[in-house]
């Protein structure tokens, strides 16, 4: 078969199937080849909804001529010459894939990406009605297609300069070493290592001091195995441990655990600077070089270091990254340095201050505990723990690093594991060598024949048993500057303690503002939007510096850091748990979008690292741990509260959706029983804001009761009602939600308006919760409408009834549909908008004109156009806000609001004319317990014999008393059957008059020709069969008014129709006789099955 276009086109010997080719679409092209007898075989097909460079075609020699003519009326095509002819990923306009020239589009990253991506620039695949519909044999492109496809290249264009730019400005993106290995161990390796260390081993002693070290790194690791997981379920973007949070979680854990993440590294910032600030006062000190006071010099010098890290900062991530990498090597060289110190010779000095080398004597006294004071091994435990904290310094930074997905969980891990080796070795090593007590004199020495008792130092020559009774000034559980002693050369430990608290300051200064700028351009805290501005090619948050700054300055001048540190430090704990548990949530949830690459994790052992570190916070400090979960637990019902418009797609919907399967699959293994029968009701608004008072209505008796559908119907064209109905679906649920109404949304496309609610009908629901009542409004035009519309109208109870669904059909006088006023406020609304767009253009105009200075001469003609076009604008909105104002029915936008309203006091009234299993007292009982309907009292309407009315008031009070219903009063009225006033009955004749045939009048042959042309219509047999039951319509119409006129509401027995017996017309006229000229009124009938039971 044949797949030629052109002679011209395909005749290359050296094509593939691979090969993209143009199609001619100009039927009328007169260079076609005249001998190829076989037809197109092609598919053509039109790329008119695609994304950018779709319109590129590669012209080979010999060809330029064919594609000439390849869009008509002024149409062009992009050309790009760098097209390969055997690319099947370019941009083309048509694709030759896989031998056949189609449509589909081959598999591409383009389509997956979001609309505001940063990596690419988002397209879109052909849509399947594209594909799947039949197109025209000459397609021709219209300008609107092409207009697309222009701002499509555009945009293209736009982010493919914005990423030279980036690439040319030197835009910094780290790796997994510079990003997040070194800015992890720096954080991790902090004052702790110098300072407290060699005191925790001292009185946990080796063994427990280990199992201490080792139990922080477990919920570490944990933590670290659980964000691998994370990160490695798609793409992160900058926000660290808020980013993984709430997109995991959703926003109001994110929400939540952001704000106060990013505060604890502001105040983490003023501790570690006052950390810093305090040893340089010591050294101060040692010179003689105080220059005002301890307290004063702490401050002085803080607050200029902190100058200095924000000036760091703000010069950019490359300078703080290049900072980072010096402090490291000063911590590496001086934790080398007290490595190499142990086994330098003790001289004597260190000898008497507890120092001896590697000595098999020290290791074993120091293997086990010895605890002093109130100290016990969770109190050591709660002081050594925050030196683990720390791993989320890389990922804080998410939005810096090329590969996040990669480097997190790689640079993390790797962070831990070479940061405890080093906890380790420090603490090992400090406690083979040096002794827990020393008194610093070198005469303390043993005297010969002393008995030692397996004291090690006696041992080795020295007495330091005066320890026992005063306090000493050395040895582990006494001196902090161990390691200064023990080390090759003292000041570099100083130097490593200065690296390691400015380091730890640095990496908190960069993630505060990060975290915190992220979370703002979230918008989840409106009032903080401000911060979520960047600045520069990186997007630096200079605002977010700025305001940690001052954070940080604060608490440095004036907060008391030893109370505020166990808050801080179980701010990060709370983050540590989250993250577990958003690991632990994610599989739990069993979603299939949790796909994380890191395969080395597990949902219990996740939970568990959640569950251990909200047990480390109590053991840190139970108080802090009380304080934290307050403040996230406040901020929690603030953040669902004002309930963020965003969708992340986290865990939280995936397991609601769970819990929603497995709640509705136990519902079907429930028996149905009388006393859980409640209303679930299909109603037929339409679109929900075109009948707001019957949806107000059925949602009195259905609000947290039972299942409320509102349902539209489209008819006509296939293709337009399906296009109409999806594009709505989201909006018109959404309008549900937005207007707090209880309700689900549904619509289908049918060949009928009753072919539709009869698919309703039967497929509406899932398992349990399916509809058992039909809610509709009154037809109040069937006398204008067509026999057709009428049949259907009829139609649609008799399948309610047919499905065993109860109906409840509702009427006001001013009916439901408000669609046309809708439609007026838009067009105004569109209007309004347009005279505001206007406006802005004269305004741009005489900026410019004043702008222009002379120039501005010549651009008064377009100024005076635009003022011209303006008039006619203003006079078209006057004189249709005149027509809107003369036109608009204020009574039926009120009444589509009347049942919003509370109702004041007074009655419904129920007209219980027939049983049908009680749906006609259980609906407007339901209605009285609801706040706008409580002062509502029932009030009981029935038939009964003129001789025993007391007899059949105290049955009906009885049985309303079993079914606990309340009632002020029962009506017993004995005259229904009597016949109504000639007035009411001429006025119904009257009614029916158009629609009868009056066969009676007419010769036979004459009536059954009306009888078959309008079989509709009523006949004379049928009106005189059922004048009674059209007596009785007519009658119960005057006691209505006579009873009930001053009733909030009417609830009453509908009468049935026998199907084909009664004709539509006269059914329709029992309705309209029955309910005219009353307050609202219920017409209800129910399946004829209990709803209601006085068993218990």
Partial sequence: MSMNNSPNVFSDPNLNRFQVNVINENHDYTTQSQGDSDPQHHEETSFANDSNNRLRISYRPGNREAYDNFFQNGDSAKTDGNFHPYDTHSNTYYLKTFGHNTLDAVPKIDYYRNAGSLSGAKMNRPSLMDIHEQLAKNIAVSSGSVDKFTKADVNGLEAEINKDEELKGGFVKFGWVKGVLVRCMLNIWGVML??????????????????????????????????????????????????????????????????????????????????????????????????????????????????????????????????????????????????????????????????????????????????????????????????????????????????????????????????????????????????????????????????????????????????????????????????????????????????????????????????????????????????????????????????????????????????????????????????????????????????????????????????????????????????????????????????????????????????????????????????NFRPQCIVLTGGPMTRPALLDLAHSFTKNNGLCICCEVYTGPRKLCVTEMNSGMATKQAWLTKNKRKAFYAAVAADSFRDGVKSLLQASGLGRMRPNTLVFGFKKNWRHSTAVQVESYMGIIHDAFDFEFGVIIVRISQGFDISQVLQVQEELKKLEQERQVLEATIKDSEFEEAKLGIRGFFTRATKLNITKTMAPKESSITTISSMHMGEFNQRLLEASTQFKKKQGKGTIDVWWLFDDGGLILLIPYILTLRKKWKDCKLRIFTGGKVTRLEEEKLMIASLLRKFRIKFADINIIGDINMKPSKESWKFFEEMIEPYRIHESCKDLTTAEKLKREAPWKITDAELEAFKEKSYRQVRLNELLQEHSRAANLIVLSLPVARKGIISDYLYMAWLEILSKNLPPVLLIRGNHKNVLTFYS
Wanted: hydrophobic share 50%; glycine share 8%.
């Fill in 194 to 675: 110098f300072i407290r260390l060699s005191w925790i081993i001292g009185q946990a002693g080796i063994g427990l001091g280990v199992i201490v070290i080792c139990l922080s790194v477990v919920v570490t690791t944990l933590t670290g195995i659980s964000m691998s997981a994370i990160c490695t379920n798609g793409v992160v973007r900058g926000g660290g441990a808020y980013y993984l949070i709430s997109r995991s979680l959703g926003p109001e854990f994110g929400g939540s655990i952001g704000l106060i993440f990013a505060f604890a590294n502001a105040v983490a910032v003023a501790m570690y600077v006052v950390g810093f600030a305090e040893t340089v006062v010591e050294l101060l000190k040692s010179s003689n070089a105080i220059m005002v006071d301890a307290t004063n010099d702490i401050r002085i010098i803080g607050a200029i270091t902190v100058v200095l890290l924000l000036g760091i900062s703000v010069a950019g991530m490359e300078w703080e990254a290049k900072a980072q990498v010096v402090l490291l090597v000063i911590l590496l060289v001086a934790i080398v340095n007290f490595f190499i110190g142990t086994v330098i010779p003790s001289n004597n000095e260190k000898k008497a201050r507890g120092f001896f080398n590697y000595q098999a004597s020290i290791f074993a006294e120091n293997f086990g505990p010895e605890f002093r004071g109130d100290e016990g091994f969770f109190s050591v435990f709660a002081i050594f723990f925050p030196a683990a904290t720390g791993i989320l310094a890389g990922a804080n930074i998410s939005g810096d690093l090329e590969d996040p997905q990669d480097a997190i969980p790689k640079g993390t891990m790797l962070a831990i594991l070479l940061t405890t080796i080093a906890y380790l070795g420090v603490a090992i090593c400090a406690a083979a060598c040096v002794v827990r007590d020393a008194t610093g004199n070198i005469n303390d020495t043993v005297v010969s024949g002393m008995n030692c008792n397996g004291s090690s130092a006696c041992a080795l020559g020295y007495d330091f048993s005066s320890c026992k009774t005063q306090t000493c000034d050395y040895g582990l559980m006494n001196n902090f500057q161990v390691m200064s002693m023990v080390s090759g050369f003292g000041p570099l430990i100083t130097a490593g303690i200065f690296s390691a608290t400015l380091s730890s300051a640095l990496a908190s200064l960069v993630s505060a503002p990060k975290v915190f700028q992220a979370l703002c351009k979230d918008n989840i805290y409106r009032a903080l939007h401000f911060f979520a501005k960047g600045y520069g090619k990186n997007n630096e948050p200079i605002r977010g510096y700025v305001l940690t700054f001052f954070i940080a300055m604060a608490f440095i001048l004036i907060a008391e850091l030893n109370t505020i540190a166990p808050i801080i430090s179980n701010f990060f704990l709370a983050s540590y748990a989250l993250i577990n548990f958003s690991c632990f949530h994610a599989s739990y949830a069993k979603s299939p979008g949790w796909r994380p690459a890191f395969r080395y994790y597990n949902m219990w052992v996740s939970l568990f690292g959640a569950v251990l570190c909200c047990a480390v916070m109590f053991v840190i400090n139970w108080w802090a741990a009380v304080i934290t979960y307050a403040i996230e637990l406040f901020l929690y019902i603030y953040v669902t509260y004002k309930k963020p418009e965003v969708n992340w797609g986290s865990s939280s919907q995936a397991l609601y959706y769970v819990n929603a399967i497995d709640t509705a699959l136990e519902l079907t293994t429930v028996d149905d029983h009388v006393k």
